[in-house]
């Protein structure tokens, strides 16, 4: 069966199987939508809640010394996986103990100047029984996220943060399904308000983001500029059969203009060379031939930035400066290898 032929036959069943159950299927994205809803609200009654207990959480995690250590049973704990991993990348120091774990040795990775997030819906997970204790014996800062005020590791905790009582979604509301949604969404805005507070910047999180495609997003004008003995530069009394070997040499297609003080004062372009090619070109010097005032960039900015600038000045090179002075160079070819847009 040719390519099209196979195409026709898969639309031909998914048509068949979209007639056949049109009332099946909108009756799972009506009960979808339920859940979703659901979920909606919860988040609308979480938001409305937060208040002075949620600073004091922040207050007592801006003042950790050592590390916010989370901690959870069942799906709490997978959340509780995900919240740590979060709070780390963006500046608070924290990894997961599995709350069955800390009872065979794991409390021990727990030290004073730490703090602990413990996470249980109802506040009575027993697994947690030893964690509390361990926490209030050695007077480490204890954050709780349920949804019982008056539950066991609500009343040990310093700081209680209750979720909502919404309830799970679903005909028969057992499975954790909204209330596991409210302790992500509550964990994000703790690290995010958290990160705001200490003015976490873009640099700060390429330091713990330095692989994949954010990492790649961030990289600055410096981290890809070439520098030192690569700059193709010359003088303005540099003859042009000279400039011409620079630019060939260097392989940029384009030298700088410097003066006595190392001010860039000029480029000569392969269009600048074209554009003197009639005459007796070799009998020029840059400054007959060069440009003047050229186009260049900071070293600080984002490398997608210097890509959005060179695309608005129809360049493919420019010159890093500061204070005038020439740190660096930057092809376009340089952004798009590293993948930093």
Do not use: C
Not at 70 to 83: A, E, N, P
Not at 178 to 199: H, Y
């Amino acid at each position: 069966m040719g390519f099209d032929a196979a195409r026709l036959a898969r639309q031909h069943r998914i048509t068949a199987i979209s007639s056949t159950g049109s009332n099946t299927g909108k009756a799972d994205i009506a009960s979808a939508r339920r859940v979703l809803e659901h979920a909606k609200g919860g988040l609308d009654a979480l938001s409305a809640s937060l208040g002075d207990n949620f600073v004091a959480a922040l207050d007592i995690l801006s003042r950790v010394t050592g590390r916010t250590i989370v901690s959870g049973m069942g799906k709490s704990g997978h959340v509780g996986r995900k919240i740590a991993a979060t709070f780390a990348s963006t500046g608070t120091p924290a990894f997961f103990v599995h709350a069955a774990e800390a009872s065979h040795g794991d409390l021990g990775m727990i030290a004073p100047g730490d703090a602990v997030l413990a996470i249980s819906n109802s506040g009575e997970t027993p697994e947690l029984s030893d964690l509390l204790s361990y926490t209030r014996r050695f007077g480490i800062p204890l954050i709780a996220i349920t949804s019982r005020a008056g539950s066991t590791l609500a009343e040990a905790a310093d700081v209680a943060l209750l979720l909502p009582n919404v309830g799970e979604a679903g005909a028969l509301a057992l499975a954790p399904t909204t209330s596991t949604t409210l302790m992500i969404a509550l964990g994000d805005a703790i690290a995010v308000a958290l990160l705001e507070r200490r003015g976490f910047t873009a640099d700060n999180f390429k330091v713990f983001h330095p692989g994949g495609q954010l990492g790649r997003k961030l990289y600055k004008v410096q981290d890809l500029m070439h520098i030192g003995e690569e700059l193709p530069l010359v003088k303005p009394t540099t003859p042009m059969s000279d400039v011409v070997l620079v630019m060939t040499k260097k392989t940029f297609g384009v030298a700088g203009v410097v003066d006595d003080s190392g001010r860039l004062i000029g480029i000569v372009t392969d269009g600048d060379l074209r554009r003197h090619i009639g005459g007796d070109l070799f009998k020029l010097k840059a400054s007959d031939v060069m440009t003047k005032a050229p186009k260049s960039t900071s070293q600080n900015i984002l490398a997608a930035e210097a890509m959005r600038r060179m695309n608005e000045w129809k360049i493919t090179s420019v010159f890093v400066a500061e204070n005038e002075k020439p740190v660096g160079i930057l092809r376009m070819h340089d952004i798009l290898r590293a993948g930093a847009l």
